[in-house]
């Protein structure tokens, strides 16, 4: 699977949570396949989501194919906006 959104079952954030939903909301409405990593499981998962991200600070939800960083929500939100979801996942690319 290729898309790989990081997200967390444990915060008192709102707005991560509402963010989170929304974006999980998105993904199934346009029945894109994901693998969820909860980060709240262990510090080496937010530790490789934020290496990954480039971004020491990054917060949930981040959205990455395989490996590759596609953007935070901020970033998701705007693809949508621009209806681009596909190319900001990277799921345009090698004909997928």
């Given amino acids: 699977m290729g898309v790989k959104l990081y997200y967390t079952t444990v915060t008192a954030s709102r707005t991560v949570k509402s963010q989170q939903a929304e974006v999980i909301r998105i993904l199934e409405s346009k029945s894109i396949q ?3 990593i909860d980060i709240s ?19 949930p ?3 990455f194919n395989e490996d590759k960083y596609c953007g935070d929500y901020e970033m998701f939100s705007e693809a949508v ?3 681009t979801v596909d190319q900001f996942l990277k799921l345009a690319e090698g004909g997928v």
């Fill in 81 to 83: 906006e621009a209806d």
């Fill in 61 to 63: 939800p981040q959205l």
């Fill in 34 to 36: 994901y693998e969820l």
């Fill in 41 to 59: 499981v262990g510090g080496e998962l937010r530790d490789e989501m934020r290496s990954k991200a480039g971004n020491p600070t990054a917060v």
